[in-house]
């Protein structure tokens, strides 16, 4: 099953979104601390929703953390990047895949860049800076679910 990491994030509202986005597709994911908020935050609450507890979130205390813990579970960081010149669509993404995700206001430092395995895009419009980082997680979440063959079943209920 694919992972989200989500580096730093800042924006509360866009890690709730996510996290619901996680939970209803059965994602786990990772936190990359010290985010810009704290993570018990009201409006991380309040766009999650209910589907917060129904999430499997490990937080790692920072990047050097975050990369320990990687390197002994063998995924293959994918970074999402406006810096890349893989479309998102064109990449053959795998079962253990972390997709990673920038802070909203500054991406992620070279370190972070350099670390990464694979470096996808979405392909945009041209003079149109990036797209909103829940809607990346989304779009790049639904092809890593779709050619891993690992969207959840399908209830009746």
């Known amino acids: ?3 989200l990491a989500l580096f730093q ?3 509360p509202q866009n890690t709730g979104t996510m996290l619901r986005l996680a939970a209803c597709l059965g994602v786990p994911v990772e936190i990359i601390e010290p985010a810009g908020f704290d993570v018990s935050d009201r409006h991380l609450r309040r766009s999650g929703l209910d589907y917060l507890d129904k999430v499997a979130i490990t937080r790692h205390i920072s990047w050097t953390a975050f990369e320990a813990w990687r390197q002994n579970d063998g995924g293959r960081l994918v970074l999402a990047t406006t810096k890349a010149a893989v479309p998102y669509t064109s990449f053959a993404f795998a079962p253990k895949d972390i997709i990673l995700l920038g802070r909203e206001s500054a991406g992620v430092p070279d370190e972070v860049h350099e670390a990464a395995d694979a470096r996808v895009i979405v392909p ?3 003079g149109l800076r990036s797209l909103n980082v829940a809607v990346t997680a989304a779009m790049l979440l639904g092809e890593s679910l779709r050619q891993t063959g690992t969207f959840p ?3 009746n209920d």
């Open 1 to 3: 099953m694919p992972r």
């Open 124 to 126: 945009m419009q041209a």
């Open 9 to 11: 994030p800042d924006i």
């Open 153 to 155: 079943e399908i209830s």
